[in-house]
């Protein structure tokens, strides 16, 4: 489970999420993505916990597996980069 995934069972979009916990909804996605890690004052921590329903543990664990795909992801584009076969751009470089 990643943090998408602990949204998503929540039942949040990335904006409900955002003004829960006052920060930008780009901050969501980048900790979704596995760019970030949250930083959070202790007392919004809490609140992402009650927010999630999750533990600590689960929410450590979901900060974890969404970084660990991130660097799958830049691992195979690495290795497809190597073999000379294209990769596909991001959408914000497709523009």
């Known amino acids: 489970m990643d943090i998408k995934a602990l949204r998503e069972r929540a039942g949040l979009?990335?904006?409900?999420v955002a003004a829960w916990l006052g920060?930008?909804?780009?901050?969501?996605?980048?900790?979704?993505?596995?760019?970030?890690?949250?930083t959070m004052t202790p007392q919004k921590y809490l609140a992402a916990l009650r927010l999630f329903e999750c533990t600590p543990e689960e929410f450590a664990?979901?900060?974890?597996?969404?970084?660990?795909?991130?660097?799958?992801?830049?691992?195979?584009?690495a290795k497809r980069i190597a073999q000379g076969k294209p990769v596909a751009r991001s959408r914000a470089l497709r523009r």
């Open 13 to 16: 979009s990335r904006t409900q």
């Open 23 to 38: 920060v930008s909804a780009t901050s969501v996605r980048n900790w979704e993505k596995g760019r970030t890690k949250p």
């Open 61 to 77: 664990i979901a900060t974890e597996n969404s970084i660990k795909k991130r660097d799958e992801t830049q691992l195979f584009k």
